[in-house]
């Protein structure tokens, strides 16, 4: 079985063809039963006991062809398989503020509490807590002896001692099976979330799909993850158990061909490909160990547009088999061309909201795939020999909406065709234990399936509190239909620790739902991120994923944020308290501003952040291009139909309720060196175009002929102005997505709500840092750069209250060169350092400032003034921070202490790449070879793209062996990275210890310093100082050795 879903035989199968077989034949065994059942649209849920793997499926298995696993990116077929670590053994646990569910699980052993084998409470245990698992139905396989039945009396003791807890740390009075209630909904929160980004943020209307439910765990939450999705319908096979192995018996043989193509798609084209097309299958047919048996051949075609990299695969159904060959008419391949086209711009409409009208196409490959069908057992047909309805072997009390309940028990081998059995009920069988929720009916089919459906009185209406009033269902847009929300402020309703109207009313925040809103409100920032990746031009962006997102408060403060740039995340607070300061009284619903101001809440001139207002009653349909019905981010009404809970705002006085921000690296903006990273810049104006709080939408209209009007002006105008055009049309489109997001959040919530978990959430963090404080000492540092700069600082830890003053008094003044940072980043780099310490998930937010007294002096080279040149402040000075941070704490040693910024172009090609390193080591840990760290979380542009995309060859790129500092904890080492020219070019190294070591700390030594040179065509070698612009001629060979990270403590 491979993880492509199909057979192989054994003497060709691989490793890497391995990696997610045993989920791939779950996806296979869901996806043949359901069609069997007559279901053609499933989402597959497969939840065990460490993990949920969820899929989906709408005719035809979803593939991609790089995956990342375990931290290990790969590129080979596999389904496309969304896994979250929520399973039936996901440890439990209250952190003091919240309620925890995973990601750490209890495994097998010691597996849950009640193995009786002195295991933590898991959402196992919860099912047993809440009577969904019944002991005396469950195999006697626990104790010494493996003969005992679950221990239920150590769980219900485990959660009232966990309930104790609770109530002595909050004013939280749940009751024991309340807390495993909370403990579920978050569970099923997750595994939604899962499936959302399988499903709606790629556009799929899912309410109308049948959930496959199967795995060990999943037929006790099946409803109500259904219930949360707003699906209708749920199947359950009696195979469901152990449906991954059953469904490698279904599998068929699949063998699959790829080959790379990169030219533009037309009628002629086509042509061409029919005889790769032949080329392919011959190959593929010679593997085939029976080929004279029944042959399915599937031919696609993965398409992008011109200058992109998001890939869409499109299906070629020619009328005749292409192994016969023969001529064919030139306007057969011109339909051809249509139909290619037609299904690429319906796809990407329905993935990213828009399609770019006047942009070519790019045939990236092709591949093919050649299915030998296999035989399949027909399933036995059941009749029905009684008349009377089944009658339950038992009941038993279960907790669910609130309540205990009657539950009667029904073996499933006692049901028959036609039975139906209405919630609540419990459905047994020897793999699995299935919960019917009130509200649903289970009906047994000829074929032994169990069919789930929603009963009409209950489509997400009154009497789903429990999970109902907790969830929330993202739709792509409000043209997308989806189950009726509940009543406004329904979630107010519960018994426990209510949600004050007013906000939080010296309350503290309901533990479960401070979770739920916790992950919302990052998944929010998310689908923002994912949106800009996929909508983006550049390579920045989109290949080195050098761009950040985040959602604000309607003061500014930073709620919550994807895991993108941490420099980025730090800063764009004060963008939004800029723009706030200077236009707040102005702002308009459908308007969207623009700002690299360094010196005004920006960081450096090529970091552009897009702001966007949320407000309420909703902003005008946001419009790209001059035509609103053939050309619209968001389509034509989509906010129209949305009836907001106004709470005092009304149609003639709108109100920012909130802000959301994207900020990206745009790949030149202007200034002496193509990338806009001059090396040697003395001046601001030299490093580009400054943008301080520029309109870029008005009330719904692209501004296009003002940016680029901004765009080539000044002295030295940005090189590439479409790109950055491109690129910041991304950006809106992700800010809009976080507005819609939002927006459904508040009709969902109620205004009030929502905003009050703003603050909680904040004030979340906040505790956090305070903890993280605690056990602090005092310290200062001196850290010497390469250009003679010192920064000094001083942290004094105030145990009392928790709080930390650190103060950067006595650090050079304002250099010369642009190795200066705004005030904006040397914050940035305090959050940064101060969340780290916080061993736990909490979002990187306002609220970790709050402990933290921060003393800039003016005048001192973080914290300099108009016209500074600070290019390298964000990039080198920025890592700097951090490390003396870090070192006046006594925590971790030096990491490389640099990005390493390479830049290279001409008028035609820009690039910039941050370059990896050695991480310093710890109190107790080594330090990590080639990695990105600190104030940079960018990936460098894979060798293929690089190539694909600039005249240059990567020659080398490899670890430097022994860079890494000595001690009883060893630093990482740094990389050798080789760029061979094909063309002449301009290239400029920004970099940092290329003099100064990085530090070690305790008797560790420091890592080795880094190196940038030349070596000419002619073999000479010109070494270059930190910072270096340079010109490149055809067949030179730039070479950058990063530094090492510092080692930690004596070598013993």
Known sequence: MQSNGGLTNAQKFQGK???????????VGAVQTSLKAGFQNIITFDMGGTSTDVAHFNGEYERQFETEIAGVRMRTPMMAIHTVAAGGGSILRFDGSRYRVGPESAGANPGPACYRNSGPLTVTDANVMLGKIQPQFFPKVFGKNGDLPLDAEIVRQKFRELAIEIQTQTVDNRTPEEVATGFITIAVENMANAIKKIS??????????????????????????????????????????VLSAYGMGLADVRILREKAIEKLLTGNLISELEASFLELETEAQAELEHPESKIVIILKLNLKYEGTDSILSVNLTPPT??????????????????????????????????????????????????IQQMDTPEEPILTR????????????????????????????NDLQPEDIINGPAMIIESIGTNIIEPGWQAELTAKNYLILKLTPPLLRGEGEEEISNLSLSFQENQQTSHPPLPRKGSAQKTSHSPLLRGGQGGLKADPVKLEIFKNLFQFIAEQMGITLQNTASSVNIKERLDFSCAIFDQNGQLVANAPHIPVHLGSMGDSIESLIAAKGETLKPGDVYLLNNPYNGGTHLPDVTVITPVFTPPSPPLVIGGNRQENSLVKEGNNQENSLVKEGNNQENPAILFYVASRGHQADIGGITPGSMPPNSTNIEQEGILID??????????????????????????????????????????????????????????????????????????????????????GEFSYEMDNGGIIKVNIKINKNNRSAKIDFTGTSPQLPTNFNAPKSICKAAVLYVFRTLVDDNIPLNAGCLKPLEIIIPDGCFLNPGYPAAVVAGNVETSQVIVDALYGALNVMSASQGTMNNFTFGNQNYQYYETICGGSGAGINYHGTDAVHTHMTNSRLTDPEVLEWRYPVLLEEFSIRENSGG??????????????KFLATMTAGILSEHRIIPPFGLNGGQPGLVGKNYIIRDNGTVENLESTATVEMNINDIFVIETPGGGGYGYNQ
């Open 693 to 778: 709080n520029v309109q870029l939408v008005k009330e719904g209209d692209f501004l296009e002929t003002e940016l680029l009007n901004l765009l080539t002006s000044g002295n030295y105008p940005a090189r590439n102005p479409a790109t950055n055009i491109a690129d910041l049309q991304a950006q809106i489109a992700a800010n809009e997505k976080g507005v819609q997001e939002l927006l459904t959040m508040v009709e969902y919530y109620g205004l009030n709500t929502v905003k009050t978990y703003m603050q909680f959430v904040q004030d979340n963090a906040e505790i956090s840092v305070r903890r993280a404080i605690n056990v602090l000492t005092d």
């Open 385 to 412: 020999t009684r008349t009377t309805p089944p009658k339950p072997i038992a009941t038993v009390s279960i907790y669910t909406n609130n309540q205990w309940q009657n539950t009667p028990i029904f073996p499933r």
């Open 200 to 241: 709606l943020q790629r556009g799929y209307d899912i309410s109308n799909y049948t959930l496959c439910c199967f795995g060990g765990a999943g037929g006790q939450h099946a409803c109500l993850i259904a219930n949360t999705l707003g699906i209708k319908q749920i199947f359950i096979h009696p195979y469901a158990g």
């Open 966 to 979: 000595l001690g009883k904890f060893k630093g990482g080492n740094g990389i050798i990275r080789k760029v």
């Open 321 to 370: 088999p292409l192994s016969k060959g023969g001529e064919r008419e030139v306007n057969y391949y011109n339909s051809v061309l249509m139909t290619l086209t037609q299904q690429f711009e319906q796809q990407h409409q329905t993935r990213y909201g828009f399609i770019k009208l006047k942009k070519n196409l790019i045939v990236e490959s092709i591949n093919i795939e050649i």
């Open 17 to 27: 063809d391995s990696i997610l077989s045993g989920p791939a034949g779950g996806i």
